[in-house]
């Protein structure tokens, strides 16, 4: 497996993103461009990643061309396809996004999102997406979300079966569907079945934590790895089973320390469950 994480460093040239990534000892990165037209900062920024030995992991495309609103849905659309072109062209491992809402928050929660017309929509929205782009080095993915498609990993293969494209992927967050007590006791056979059903289609993954307070109702609350519950040991092990350039990505943590702090928390559970970090 590789590790990364955001980074807090001058990233506005190659050999300085470069710089940055390896003072965090990270091998995966996210994205550092944005625009898919630069086509020269993107040959730059792809050669300088390859001769560094760096695993571009993953561009993201945060919008909701699912939206109740029909300029919105355009919008998503045309950026969830110009940033899968961008990550062709870099030569990242996936771009990802959430499904969409129904609703008026792009990744929120919505009493339509579950829905048998949603599913439906979920797929012709994705076929188009990959269609309009026609990749060749990437994959376009969604992360698991507790409130919207795919909430499970049995969710996530009707839909990778639903949409029936080669270019169509897995991205892994398991705190993301940790929406339980039941969930955030038993996550580690949540995992287990994670990557049983869906990890020959894994193309990056996302590191993060999280704590079941006392408070009522249910409250669960993302924190930084190493200070919840979920399973590290199991969660690393399963990855180091897949493709070892499979990244596992650090993210919404507020500074350069508390990402520091994840990092050492991750690279201490790797040793001790004999997990190669390359």
Same mark, same amino acid.
């Given at each position: 497996?590789?590790?990364?994480?955001?980074?807090?460093?001058?990233?506005?040239?190659?050999?300085?993103?470069?710089?940055?990534?390896?003072?965090?000892?990270?091998?995966?990165?996210?994205?550092?461009?944005?625009?898919?037209?630069?086509?020269?900062?993107?040959?730059?920024?792809?050669?300088?990643?390859?001769?560094?030995?760096?695993?571009?992991?993953?561009?993201?495309?945060?919008?909701?061309?699912?939206?109740?609103?029909?300029?919105?849905?355009?919008?998503?659309?045309?950026?969830?396809?110009?940033?899968?072109? +961008?990550?062709?062209?870099?030569?990242?491992?996936?771009?990802?996004?959430?499904?969409? &809402?129904?609703?008026?928050?792009?990744?929120?929660?919505?009493?339509?999102?579950?829905?048998?017309?949603?599913?439906?929509?979920?797929?012709?929205?994705?076929?188009?997406?990959?269609?309009?782009?026609?990749?060749?080095?990437?994959?376009? #993915?969604?992360?698991?979300?507790?409130?919207?498609?795919?909430?499970?990993?049995?969710?996530?293969?009707?839909?990778?079966?639903?949409?029936?494209?080669?270019?169509?992927?897995?991205?892994?967050?398991?705190?993301?569907?940790?929406?339980?007590?039941?969930?955030?006791?038993?996550?580690?056979?949540?995992?287990?079945?994670?990557?049983?059903?869906?990890?020959?289609?894994?193309?990056?993954?996302?590191?993060?934590?999280?704590?079941?307070?006392?408070? +009522?109702?249910?409250?669960?609350?993302?924190?930084?790895?190493? &200070?919840?519950?979920?399973?590290?040991? #199991?969660?690393?092990?399963?990855?180091?089973?897949?493709?070892?350039?499979?990244?596992?990505?650090?993210?919404?943590?507020?500074?350069?320390?508390?990402?520091? +702090?994840?990092?050492?928390?991750?690279?201490?559970?790797?040793?001790?469950?004999?997990?190669?970090?390359?």
């Amino acid at each position: 497996m590789r590790l990364g994480g955001h980074v807090f460093g001058d990233v506005s040239d190659p050999e300085s993103w470069i710089a940055v990534l390896k003072g965090c000892g990270y091998t995966a990165a996210y994205c550092p461009l944005n625009d898919a037209q630069d086509d020269g900062a993107i040959r730059a920024y792809a050669k300088a990643a390859a001769e560094a030995n760096i695993v571009i992991a993953e561009v993201g495309t945060w919008s909701n061309p699912m939206s109740p609103h029909e300029d919105e849905r355009r919008k998503a659309l045309a950026l969830c396809q110009e940033r899968l072109a +961008l990550a062709d062209k870099i030569g990242a491992r996936c771009c990802v996004n959430v499904a969409g &809402s129904r609703g008026e928050k792009w990744a929120g929660h919505h009493p339509d999102n579950f829905t048998e017309d949603t599913f439906d929509r979920i797929v012709e929205v994705t076929r188009s997406i990959i269609d309009a782009v026609k990749p060749t080095r990437t994959f376009y #993915t969604l992360e698991m979300m507790p409130w919207m498609y795919p909430d499970s990993p049995d969710s996530y293969v009707r839909l990778v079966r639903a949409i029936d494209r080669e270019r169509f992927a897995v991205h892994l967050d398991p705190v993301n569907i940790i929406c339980s007590p039941q969930r955030f006791y038993n996550n580690s056979a949540l995992i287990r079945a994670c990557f049983a059903k869906l990890g020959p289609h894994i193309k990056s993954c996302h590191a993060k934590d999280i704590a079941f307070s006392q408070k +009522l109702t249910v409250h669960l609350d993302e924190v930084r790895p190493g &200070s919840g519950g979920l399973d590290y040991p #199991t969660y690393l092990q399963e990855l180091g089973r897949l493709d070892p350039d499979t990244p596992l990505m650090i993210e919404h943590l507020p500074n350069e320390e508390e990402y520091a +702090l994840a990092a050492e928390h991750i690279r201490a559970v790797a040793k001790d469950v004999s997990v190669t970090i390359n």
